[in-house]
């Protein structure tokens, strides 16, 4: 492990390079959560009548804010980063100067954080138009606590799975079989209580639903003792997979 | 003058497969050293554990007084890289590149820009420094590579295979950079399959086949120990080798016959021409002895894939 604040310069250079794709990102960030909130919250929300005496748009802001910071990250680990090695050899370069090959992963995982902090933020202020807002203030401090913990877990798993793609194709086995499923399974849309046993197991193995439970926490302020172990799994986790992908990472660029 | 670099039976092995088969060699400080090889010679493999990104498998190298090493950001902090892959940041302008390759160095930003400014005119890409790397020939972007190779100015410069796809314009003026760089007492490592860029360049090269150094010398000894002065080329059907060889030997060094042509090795080729002109033959040509003949004699002429 060779960390030092030279992530921070591997940090500025993809926010330079941002510069030319704010403008289409930062539409596709406000665009997906508004269909999100449109179709499900007010559409589907309709028929749904109230969940825990709110109407159901209130229910479904917290996970699909997550879930934006989740998606956000994770792609920018998966197809952002696998550009930067594969096609632009820009670790290459990177490597061959004072930054370690540790910091430029850990750089790249720390704006994919960014990006997903910015899709989480997008997603609060549209759905603070629409009128769903946290709790209280500081449970906002909360709740940015939370999409840094989510950002940097799900960078970090796209980042292992990145180590050793082949190429773009194979990243649609992860986004189809681990991270779509995810957001059925970890009460983003609908609650769990209504799972079977084993699947409610099942769903408390996936860490997004520790992070939707959180979320849900800050909106509605009911905090229960619970969320401390869903912190700290989450928390556990991603000190784990940060860890295993900057190793997986490193021997992909180091030969 | 001291070693700037000196490694000791080093060894690079991917897998199965050894790269760089326990080579001993010296650089010295302010010269510029070439390793010379055809494809798969071990030669990107050496130098890439000379400037610290891919870990020794055995042996010792020390750079600068420091052992190589992947984590070894001393070094890194003295050496410029021209690599032999364009790996030019294509979502940045040239600028772009620049000032943020600077920071990777350390480089405070006012001195940052000053350096560019001095290297972008160095180059001679002053008029392209708003442009997308896309905008950039081949020849623009190489340029810029040593532009960004040498924002640290580097004690140590390491070339692998820098004009790799140029025309001969783009091609002298980086060997014409090169030069002034070394004059300006940086030390130069570079590889090449280009037996003329050797020889423009090079103070002392070393020939590389299948990881291992096969000759070290100055150029020119080299091709004088190896070949002779001059070399005459004739182009004649294997059949008729019997005929005219027993006339010609008396004269010649060394020969070799490569497919359709016999090559004669001398110190002096008047006397195997006139041979050749009373003999009545014709498809011939007499030239200077290269380093081109010292490589293809070492490695052989066969194609090497």
Not at chain 1, 232 to 253: C, G
Not at chain 2, 145 to 155: F, G, M, T
Not at chain 2, 240 to 263: N, W
């Amino acid at each position: 492990m060779n960390l030092s604040y030279r992530v921070y310069y591997v940090f500025i250079r993809n926010l330079v390079s941002y510069k030319r794709f704010v403008v289409p990102t930062f539409l596709v960030s406000l665009i997906e959560p508004l269909f999100y909130l449109i179709t499900f919250g007010i559409g589907m929300g309709a028929y749904l009548g109230y969940f825990g005496g709110k109407p159901y748009l209130f229910f479904l802001v917290p996970g699909v804010l997550v879930s934006s910071v989740m998606l956000s990250s994770t792609f920018e680990c998966l197809y952002g980063t696998f550009v930067k090695i594969v096609h632009e050899k820009l670790y290459d370069s990177i490597i061959a100067t004072p930054v370690s090959a540790e910091d430029a992963i850990a750089g790249d995982i720390a704006w994919a954080t960014f990006r997903g902090l910015v899709s989480g933020t997008l997603m609060f202020i549209v759905a603070a138009f629409m009128g769903v807002l946290p709790a209280s203030m500081p449970s906002v401090l909360l709740l940015l606590v939370l999409m840094v913990f989510v950002g940097v877990l799900f960078g970090s798993m796209a980042m292992i799975v990145t180590s050793f793609a082949p190429n773009f194709d194979f990243f649609n086995y992860y986004t189809e079989l681990v991270i779509m499923p995810m957001l059925f399974f970890s009460g983003v849309f609908f609650p769990l209580d209504k799972f079977p046993g084993w699947m409610k197991t099942f769903s408390s193995f996936i860490p997004l639903t520790h992070a939707v439970n959180i979320s849900r926490a800050v909106f509605s302020g009911v905090y229960r003792p619970g969320l401390i172990f869903s912190f700290l799994f989450i928390f556990t986790l991603e000190v784990i997979v940060f860890y295993i992908s900057l190793k997986l990472m490193k021997k992909r660029l180091i030969k | 003058m001291k070693p700037i670099v000196a490694a000791k039976d080093l060894v690079k092995k991917y897998g199965e497969l050894t790269a760089v088969d326990g080579i001993s060699f010296e650089i010295r400080e302010g010269e510029c050293f070439g390793f010379l090889g055809p494809n798969g010679a071990g030669k990107t493999s050496t130098i890439k554990m000379i400037h610290c990104v891919s870990p020794l498998t055995s042996g010792t190298l020390i750079v600068n007084g420091l052992p190589a090493h992947i984590n070894n950001r001393a070094l890194k902090m003295i050496t410029g890289v021209v690599p032999q892959e364009i790996t030019l940041d294509t979502g940045l302008t040239v600028y772009e590149n620049l000032i943020v390759f600077a920071n990777f160095f350390d480089i405070p930003k006012r001195e940052a820009k000053t350096r560019i400014a001095d290297l972008l005119k160095f180059v001679e890409l002053e008029h392209k420094r708003k442009s997308k790397i896309d905008e950039l020939s081949t020849g623009m972007k190489r340029r810029l590579l040593i532009a960004k190779a040498l924002l640290n100015h580097p004690k140590l410069i390491v070339a692998d295979e820098p004009t790799t796809g140029l025309d001969p314009q783009a091609k002298h003026l980086i060997w014409q950079r090169l030069r002034q760089l070394k004059n300006q007492g940086a030390t130069l490592i570079l590889t090449t399959q280009y037996m003329e860029e050797a020889q423009q360049l090079c103070d002392r090269v070393v020939i590389m086949h299948r990881g291992k150094i096969l000759r070290e010398g100055v150029p020119s000894k080299l091709v004088e120990d190896e070949i002779g002065r001059e070399v005459v080329e004739i182009r004649i059907p294997k059949e008729e080798d019997e005929k005219i060889m027993s006339h010609l030997l008396p004269f010649s060094c060394g020969h070799e016959r490569v497919g359709d042509t016999l090559y004669f090795y001398c110190q002096d080729g008047q006397h195997l021409m006139k041979k050749l002109i009373e003999l009545n033959m014709h498809n011939y040509l007499n030239r200077p002895a290269s380093l081109e003949d010292v490589f293809l004699k070492l490695t052989g002429r066969g194609l090497i894939e």
